[in-house]
């Protein structure tokens, strides 16, 4: 049996960083290794129907989430699919595209975790957790240059996006593997923190974590990228800080040791990863090049494990034949038995 397609979730809320995180992994990967999803595509409305029906794509009613776990079946079974596609710019949908899946699918969006279903079939599953007023600049800067949206406009949608937010969103971060925070170093608001933002990621022991220990020393409480044990929701974690100031030759050396776990990839120049959009330029990140180099880690390891890899049972697919006696279901799989003997 062929080895099956390696799947990361990130979620997170409406311009909480997924793209900039995705766009990196990609980089790091190499773009023909990689299949990308974005959930967003799965809106049952588009942006003139949401405002008619007065429902925010926030809410499951207003996606197929029964299609996006079945096409999550097949991504995982290693399968193609006919995915939707949103066009965000014109907020309308455009020709489908069908996505033939590759080594590593990053399936990206705001409800990857809703249902046990989709979650039973990712092998990584990271959540993006800014805090909710630097996710309102990053939101109320993007859309009112790349989305054409009226500032208005923006504070308008996102108030009428808080309750869906705290109902649907939110409560995902409870799936999670490991969670990202950026944030603005402590007495620095979004406005002024220049990109200079700090990074922690809690690393839940849902999953195999990568042993960094030995890159810190315990007594150094200065240091710009530290490693320590806390606990998340009353569970213990261990806790990677990476400072926004973090001088260039630590980040460096910590990019180093982690590219050292990675052989088998080329490695990629420090200024080709890590990188995001500010109004007038692209910028680079080291905490967010480090958050990515964690995480493409993960995926090569699972990756690694090869044909020993398990599959999720077909549940998306079976579940909706629940109306199909199981005596006819057997006699199907008989009939076709016998038909593949006879050729």
Not at 297 to 317: D, N, Q, T
Request: hydrophobic letters at 35%; glycine letters at 6%.
């Amino acid at each position: 049996m062929a080895q099956r397609p390696i799947l990361l979730a990130i979620v997170g809320d409406s311009a909480a960083g997924k793209s900039t995180l995705t766009a990196g992994l990609v980089k790091l990967l190499g773009r023909e290794r990689v299949t990308h999803v974005c959930t967003d595509d799965y809106h049952k409305y588009d942006r003139r129907e949401r405002a008619q029906f007065n429902i925010t794509p926030l809410n499951p009613e207003c996606n197929y989430m029964d299609i996006l776990e079945l096409h999550l079946e097949r991504l995982h079974y290693g399968q193609p699919i006919l995915k939707p596609v949103y066009d965000h710019t014109t907020g309308t949908f455009v020709r489908p595209q069908y996505i033939q899946p590759t080594q590593f699918v990053i399936v990206e969006g705001l409800l990857g975790f809703h249902t046990p279903v989709m979650r039973q079939f990712y092998d990584v599953k990271l959540y993006l957790d800014p805090p909710e007023d630097l996710r309102r600049f990053w939101k109320t800067r993007r859309d009112t240059t790349k989305r054409g949206y009226t500032l208005e406009q923006v504070e308008s949608e996102l108030a009428r996006r808080e309750s869906d937010s705290r109902t649907f969103i939110w409560p995902q971060r409870e799936f999670a593997d490991i969670i990202v925070r950026f944030q603005p170093p402590r007495g620095t608001t979004p406005e002024t923190a220049n990109g200079h933002l700090d990074a922690r990621l809690v690393l839940r022991p849902t999953i195999p974590h990568p042993d960094l220990s030995y890159l810190f020393d315990d007594s150094d409480k200065a240091a710009s990228v530290r490693l320590s044990l806390g606990r998340d929701c009353g569970r213990p974690v261990d806790i990677l800080e990476v400072d926004g100031s973090v001088p260039a030759d630590e980040a460096a050396k910590l990019e180093g040791k982690i590219w050292q776990h990675m052989s088998e990839l080329q490695p990629v120049k420090a200024d080709e990863f890590g990188l995001y959009q500010d109004p007038a330029e692209i910028r680079h990140s080291d905490p967010l090049a480090l958050t990515q180099l964690f995480v493409t880690y993960h995926l090569l390891r699972k990756y690694s494990e090869g044909r020993k890899m398990l599959f999720a049972p077909p549940v998306a697919a079976l579940s909706r034949m629940r109306s199909v006696p199981t005596s006819v279901l057997g006699q199907e799989s008989e009939e076709a038995e016998v038909g593949r003997s006879a050729k």
